[in-house]
T-cell receptor
Framework: NAGVTQTPKFQVLKTGQSMTLQCAQD?????MSWYRQDPGMGLRLIHY???????DQGEVPNGYNVSRSTTEDFPLRLLSAAPSQTSVYFC????????????FGPGTRLTVT | GENVEQHPSTLSVQEGDSAVIKCTYS??????FPWYKQELGKRPQLIID?????GEKKDQRIAVTLNKTAKHFSLHITETQPEDSAVYFC????????????FGQGTELSVKP
């Protein structure tokens, strides 16, 4: 049972490049979320999903796309990277039935130059 | 949407003293309030949570209290130890949307030996 996995761990992009951050979980959780963490800003919700085929915007969705074709996977796409997207990105999953503990992945540190 | 405010942003205590971190939330529909601890360079880890039908919950040296009328909840750590030093985040979730956690800005707790 690997829990929540994220790849890559580190990434450097140039402005305007695109990439996908991968997230997978093997706990059969319905809920999955993406957060970004910036110094002094806490964890801000980007997008979340309550099940396969269902996604919704969080607090800071601009510049990011998501899809949920399977229960296990929830990739985050940056279509045209900007320096403002330099951050640490965490993926998390939780069951739809209580308890609702969110399990976080190890994070991806992204730098956009 | 939900908004969570957390205070203080930094807290320094002597080993053995108590520490209290406070959060307020805006959405009266929120009914799940977890607290996470994040050590430097690591992922957030759940330390305690409370549902809106409970006013207080304890787990050894950690307790959380919830005042639904005032829309605030607090984390209490007693007999603090140096290993309690970390950043602590509160969060709130509404309805059954366990995947949609809104976090406070975080409190950096330093426990001095």
């Amino acid at each position: 049972n690997a829990g929540v996995t994220q790849t890559p761990k580190f990434q450097v992009l140039k402005t305007g490049q695109s990439m996908t951050l991968q997230c997978a979980q093997d706990m059969n959780h319905e809920y999955m979320s993406w957060y970004r963490q910036d110094p002094g800003m806490g964890l801000r919700l980007i997008h979340y999903s309550v099940g396969a085929g269902i996604t919704d915007q969080g607090e800071v969705p601009n510049g990011y796309n998501v899809s949920r074709s399977t229960t296990e996977d929830f990739p985050l796409r940056l279509l045209s990277a900007a320096p403002s997207q330099t951050s640490v990105y965490f993926c998390a999953s939780s069951p739809s039935q209580g308890p609702y503990e969110q399990y976080f992945g190890p994070g991806t540190r992204l730098t956009v130059t | 949407g939900e908004n969570v405010e957390q205070h203080p942003s930094t807290l320094s205590v002597q080993e053995g003293d108590s520490a209290v971190i406070k959060c307020t939330y805006s959405d009266s529909a929120s009914n799940y309030f977890p607290w996470y601890k994040q050590e430097l360079g690591k992922r957030p880890q759940l330390i305690i949570d409370i549902r809106s039908n409970v006013g207080e919950k304890k787990d050894q040296r950690i307790a959380v209290t919830l005042n639904k009328t005032a829309k605030h909840f607090s984390l209490h750590i007693t007999e603090t130890q140096p290993e309690d030093s970390a950043v602590y985040f509160c969060a709130a979730s509404s309805g059954n949307q366990g995947g949609k956690l809104i976090f406070g800005q975080g409190t950096e707790l330093s426990v001095k030996p």
